[in-house]
């Protein structure tokens, strides 16, 4: 109890309560008292208290009446009450077969009775936290089969959330509420596309078995990386596949951070492409970006939905990757003009694209900038060539140089593998570089003394 205890001090003379009343409140107990057996099973009724102090031998309603009534009653019969008895040991007896918890016997004494008193408080403490305890066990188990629907329903929603979005993205959108920004709408969006060139060729020769293996290979590949740039990925299509930004949740720069990503997916997809070729797989990787307003919102039916875009931008996206070839990453004019102060660009014209009315405006990413300049890093004075480079970058160049892998390099330096391809995709643009082994011969000849 952490309000001051109360205690019913019951007896036919005030002057008997005055001497309790003195013994007790400089102990911390607030007293109250009554002088009859009705006045106190009034008070008991009205303002419980925590202990009651009854006197045996009352006109009227004696103790031992008001004491078994207090007993009979549920809301009282676990209510500490001390009797006060005058002698015998048949009064003793008596108030026990009543019911009392303990006794006290006149002329009490005081050390006596504030140990009585003490101990039976320090139990009914205990009998309230039980009593409590199981009160909000009960109420726990009443609510326990709601909550549980809750949570399954919550975890069915996160199951089709994370199909199509990025981890962080999905726990965002994980609330009923949340899962409304996926109904259908129109938003400005930047949409990446990419294949593999050679894929179909591969598939014609080759056992579905070993198809499938680089299907999953690549779709896996390219997944940490995606995630680390919280895309939102739309349905697969064999080689195919499709990343968005600005929706469901808005971006700051969303083709800019299309054309990171594409420049991270180049990064890893040269590892895999270099295995690839060992195993006498003829394939490349083309990546193709527009940016504009499209329709979006879940597609498919029960039990089967995806998150996706409907639009030109989308449809220019992935005729620009099919066009791509050799690592290419291909822009349109609306990407260009979004990004031409993140990258460098050349020209490829005016194209025609099947689906469209007129030809449009293409260009090619060449290289990543750093402060709004262009970055050919490879033939700047070595003196200055780390410069663009970040504090993080620095430490994965150390990492690179000790043969780590992006995966490796995620864990040494406790981030996402995609945050760690990444960086080292940043680090080949902003270097000119088109390797790791390359990254880690610049780094050794940085370390060399200067003639």
């Keep these: 109890m952490e309000r001051q205890p109360r205690i019913l001090v019951v007896d036919d003379t005030p002057r008997n309560i005055k001497v309790m009343e003195a013994s007790l409140a400089p102990r911390g107990y607030a007293i109250s008292g009554v002088t ?12 419980p208290p925590d202990l009651v102090l009854l ?36 009064e003793k007896v008596s108030a026990l077969e009543a019911g009392a918890d303990d006794f006290v016997q006149k002329p009490f004494n005081q050390a006596e009775l504030l140990a009585r008193v003490a101990s039976l408080l320090r139990i009914k403490t205990y009998h309230d936290t039980i009593q409590r305890q199981a009160a909000e066990l009960a109420e726990w188990n009443r609510t326990l089969e709601t909550r549980v629907q809750e949570q399954v329903a919550e975890l069915e929603r996160l ?16 609330s009923a509420e949340g ?44 997944g940490s990386v995606i995630y680390g740039f919280e895309g939102t990925v739309g349905p697969l299509v064999e080689d195919r596949l499709t990343v968005h930004f600005n929706d469901p949740l808005p971006t700051d720069d969303p083709a800019g951070q299309a054309v990171r990503l594409a420049l991270a997916m180049r990064e890893r997809m040269n590892e895999l492409l270099a295995v690839w070729r060992k195993s006498g797989y003829s394939l490349d990787f083309g990546v193709g970006i527009d940016f504009g307003y499209a329709t979006l919102g879940t597609i498919g039916f029960a039990g089967k939905t995806d998150y996706g875009a409907i ?5 220019l996206a992935a005729k620009l ?14 990407v260009q003009l979004a990004t031409e102060q993140l990258v460098d660009t050349s020209g490829l014209g005016e194209q025609a694209v099947a689906g469209l009315a007129r030809p449009v405006p293409v260009f090619v990413v060449e290289r990543m900038r750093a402060a709004g300049k262009s970055v050919p890093l490879a033939a700047a004075d070595r003196s200055t060539a780390a410069g663009p480079l970040t ?18 390099i995620a864990e040494e330096l406790v ?37």
């Design 321 to 334: 990757a099919e066009a791509a070839r050799a690592g290419q990453i291909l822009i349109s004019h609306r």
């Design 311 to 315: 639009g030109t931008v989308v449809h």
């Design 179 to 222: 899962e409304a920004l996926l109904d259908s709408h129109r938003r400005q969006i930047a949409v990446l596309c990419c294949h593999l060139p050679g894929f179909s060729e591969l598939a014609d020769v080759t056992a579905p078995e070993e198809v499938l293996a680089v299907l999953r290979t690549y779709h896996e590949g390219l």
């Design 391 to 408: 504090e993080r970058e620095r430490e994965v160049v150390a990492l690179i140089v000790r043969g780590r892998s992006n995966r490796e």
């Design 415 to 451: 981030i996402a593998e995609g945050t760690a391809v990444r960086h080292v995709a940043n680090i080949l643009n902003k270097l000119d570089l088109h390797s790791r082994a390359q990254v880690a011969v610049w780094a050794m000849e940085q370390a060399r003394p200067v003639p």
């Design 55 to 90: 006197d045996v031998i009352m006109p009227g309603m004696d103790g031992f009446e008001v004491c078994r009534r207090l007993r009979a009653e549920p809301a009282t019969h676990l209510l500490p009450v001390v009797m006060i008895t005058a002698s015998g040991d048949q």
């Design 36 to 47: 009859s057996g009705a006045a106190a099973l009034h008070e008991i009724a009205t303002q």
């Design 159 to 174: 199951g089709r959330l994370r199909r199509f979005l990025s981890p962080q993205v999905a726990a965002l959108l994980v």
